[in-house]
Each structure stands twice: as C-alpha cells, then as structure tokens.
C-alpha cells in the first residue's frame, strides 16, 4: 500500500501561481506513475496531468500550456507548478499513484482563485 499527501493549495488571485506537491511513502514510488486531478464542486474528478517512472509526462487538454508536472524519484515527490491560474482552476486537487491494477489517492488539497 502507499500513502500520498498533498501540500501546496490555497487562495490565490487570478493570473497567480501555486505550486501543489505530493508526497508518497513506499519504495515502489520510484517505478509507478503518478498522476493529479482535480475535482471542481459538482462535477467529476478530471485529470490534469501523469507523469511516468522515467520522466514522460501527460497533460489533459491544452494544460501543459499553464501546468507543469514533474518528480523527484530521491525524494518521492511529484510537483504540479500551476501559472497564469483562472478562476476556473479552482478544485480541490487530488494526487494519484498507480500501482499495477491499484490507484492509491490522496486526500486533496484546495486550491481557490479568485477573479
């Protein structure tokens, strides 16, 4: 099993930035892909990016323009550096672990942009 806990939300004003990371216990971290979505109030858990065990990363939609993803494995961390926010963007923010058939979640972190 892993346990992941994400740090980084908050309120910010429109044309900000946060910078959310996520942080994973257990070994397998290092060979797992990892993921953060967001779940706006009302609606359904999207995903926002993935990033792979070697590097290769995913974004949803036309995010990566705003959006950044990365890890550090000697860390067992992912970051999601998130610029030019909208207030659209707001959504508590979940990270995500894929362990072979397993998705293991965090609890989320909120993040606020006001217009």
């Known amino acids: 099993q892993a346990q992941l806990v994400e740090s980084g939300g908050g309120l910010v004003q429109a044309g900000g930035s946060l910078r959310l990371s996520c942080a994973a216990s257990?070994?397998?971290?290092?060979?797992?892909?990892v993921g953060w979505y967001r779940q706006a109030p009302g609606k359904q858990r999207d995903l926002v990016a993935t990033?792979?065990?070697?590097?290769?990363?995913r974004y949803a939609n036309s995010m990566n323009d705003r959006f950044t993803i990365s890890r550090d494995n000697t860390k067992n961390t992912v970051t999601l550096q998130m610029n030019s926010l909208k207030p659209e963007d707001t959504a508590v923010y979940y990270c995500?672990?894929?362990?072979?058939?397993?998705?293991?979640w965090g609890q989320g972190t909120q993040v606020t942009v006001s217009s």
């Open positions: 995500a672990l894929y362990i072979g058939r397993n998705t293991y």
């Open positions: 257990g070994s397998i971290f290092g060979s797992s892909t």
């Open positions: 990033i792979s065990s070697g590097g290769s990363t």
